[in-house]
């Protein structure tokens, strides 16, 4: 097997010494392979940032390693390229010239080529003249990922790149951020405590809270089947409750979650205490019972329950259920309408066993 593209072994950074002393990240493991993009997910003060200043150099680790390439990190270089939050463009320079101070350390004709290529690949033409002011923020933030990648750099590092633009502009730059990196064929860690981004953006994704990683994996499973409480609320599962294994077999398990019962995939032993995770768009709703045909044919939980709240979330609603235990579902509008729901409405609750994630 080859070895880690990146290599983080052990990290740990703490401020200050003796009792005074605050832990800012604790035993951090990240493999990272070539052309691996990956997204670093948690709330505001979990590291992330820090574990971004690890990497690019800016700051030295209390314990643990850093290795790019097989080679120790032991201060900033050029083999790394980093986007702060804010950009940092410097508004005497154009478009051009940022990108360019990007190349200082290319000959001339190769850092005009240089520049050329990367106002093409981030969609400036026309804009190559202009100074940071006279652009818009999703345009500045294009600017400051050129005078990365202008170095020619062996890893790109984004510190919350998209946190300084308004919604609108920042789901349209998520497409364009993710092809743009791909294209330039640099490997690239992103730091955001959008749950959004990390599930569009990467191809793998880690989940810190408190200063530790709580789980890396491939994006649809860390979002799906998140590994421990923190982690899944981080990713944003709406229903996280405490169960026990009342009956195990053949890979099936059957779970007290309140005073319902719910099946599940798992091959823990009975007695044992465990948390199950459900997102809410995994629980179909049903008016009637008797319109469950066709819909519960192979989803083993069928619960009643009553509907405590609706609220909106985006293009959906927001559905508390009390079904024994608390249950968040999410519906479309008109399905709303189409299944009269309201505060105090009986409905009957559908989730496949599959859709039950069991946390150990």
Same mark, same amino acid.
């Given at each position: 097997?080859?070895?880690?593209?990146?290599?983080?072994?052990?990290l740990a950074m703490r401020y200050g010494e003796g009792a005074q002393a605050v832990s800012?990240?604790?035993?951090?493991?990240?493999?990272?392979?070539?052309?691996?993009?990956?997204?670093?997910?948690?709330?505001?003060?979990?590291?992330?940032?820090?574990?971004?200043?690890? @990497?690019?150099?800016?700051? %030295? &680790?209390? $314990?643990? $390693?850093?290795?790019?390439?097989?080679?120790?990190?032991?201060? &900033?270089? &050029?083999?790394?390229?980093?986007?702060?939050?804010?950009?940092?463009?410097?508004?005497?320079?154009?478009? %051009?010239?940022?990108?360019?101070?990007?190349?200082?350390?290319?000959?001339?004709?190769? !850092?005009?080529? !240089?520049?050329?290529?990367?106002?093409?690949?981030?969609?400036?033409?026309? /804009?190559?003249? !202009?100074?940071?002011?006279?652009? $818009?923020?999703?345009?500045?933030?294009?600017?400051?990922?050129?005078?990365?990648?202008?170095?020619?750099? *062996?890893?790109?590092?984004?510190?919350?790149?998209?946190?300084?633009?308004?919604? &609108?502009?920042?789901?349209?730059?998520?497409?364009?951020?993710?092809?743009?990196?791909?294209?330039?064929?640099?490997?690239?860690?992103?730091?955001?405590?959008? *749950?959004?981004?990390?599930?569009?953006?990467?191809?793998?994704?880690?989940?810190?809270?408190?200063? $530790?990683?709580?789980?890396?994996?491939?994006?649809?499973?860390v979002f799906d089947r998140p590994a421990t409480e923190d982690g899944a609320r981080v990713?944003?599962?709406?229903?996280?409750?405490?169960?026990?294994?009342?009956?195990?077999?053949?890979?099936? /398990?059957?779970?007290?979650?309140?005073?319902?019962?719910?099946?599940?995939?798992?091959?823990?032993?009975?007695?044992?205490?465990?948390?199950?995770?459900?997102?809410?768009?995994?629980?179909?709703?049903?008016?009637?019972?008797?319109?469950?045909?066709?819909?519960?044919?192979?989803?083993?939980?069928?619960?009643?329950?009553?509907?405590?709240?609706?609220?909106?979330?985006?293009?959906?609603?927001?559905?508390?259920?009390?079904?024994?235990?608390?249950?968040?579902?999410?519906?479309?509008?008109?399905?709303?309408?189409?299944?009269?729901?309201?505060?105090?409405?009986? @409905?009957?609750?559908?989730?496949?066993?599959?859709?039950?994630?069991?946390?150990?």
């Amino acid at each position: 097997m080859a070895d880690p593209y990146l290599d983080l072994r052990g990290l740990a950074m703490r401020y200050g010494e003796g009792a005074q002393a605050v832990s800012a990240l604790e035993s951090i493991d990240l493999a990272i392979a070539e052309r691996e993009f990956v997204t670093i997910v948690g709330p505001s003060g979990c590291g992330k940032s820090t574990l971004l200043y690890l @990497v690019a150099g800016f700051l %030295r &680790p209390t $314990s643990g $390693s850093i290795r790019l390439r097989g080679r120790p990190i032991a201060g &900033p270089g &050029p083999d790394r390229g980093i986007v702060f939050q804010r950009y940092s463009l410097f508004p005497w320079l154009t478009v %051009r010239g940022n990108i360019g101070f990007g190349a200082t350390a290319a000959g001339t004709g190769e !850092r005009a080529a !240089r520049v050329a290529d990367l106002v093409r690949l981030l969609g400036l033409d026309g /804009l190559a003249r !202009r100074r940071p002011q006279q652009l $818009s923020a999703g345009q500045r933030q294009r600017v400051a990922l050129g005078r990365a990648l202008a170095r020619g750099p *062996r890893l790109l590092l984004l510190d919350e790149p998209l946190s300084a633009l308004d919604m &609108p502009t920042r789901e349209a730059m998520r497409a364009d951020l993710r092809r743009v990196i791909r294209e330039s064929g640099v490997p690239a860690i992103v730091v955001t405590h959008d *749950r959004t981004e990390a599930l569009t953006i990467g191809d793998v994704v880690g989940v810190m809270v408190d200063g $530790s990683m709580r789980q890396v994996g491939a994006v649809v499973d860390v979002f799906d089947r998140p590994a421990t409480e923190d982690g899944a609320r981080v990713v944003g599962v709406e229903t996280v409750h405490g169960a026990t294994v009342v009956d195990s077999a053949d890979g099936l /398990l059957r779970l007290r979650v309140g005073s319902a019962e719910l099946a599940a995939v798992g091959t823990q032993a009975i007695g044992t205490s465990v948390l199950v995770s459900i997102r809410a768009e995994d629980v179909v709703l049903l008016g009637e019972p008797t319109g469950a045909v066709g819909i519960a044919v192979s989803a083993r939980n069928r619960l009643p329950g009553r509907v405590i709240a609706i609220e909106p979330a985006g293009a959906l609603m927001r559905v508390r259920i009390d079904c024994g235990f608390p249950l968040v579902a999410a519906v479309t509008r008109p399905a709303l309408e189409e299944l009269h729901l309201q505060a105090g409405a009986t @409905v009957v609750t559908v989730i496949k066993a599959p859709a039950v994630n069991v946390i150990a």
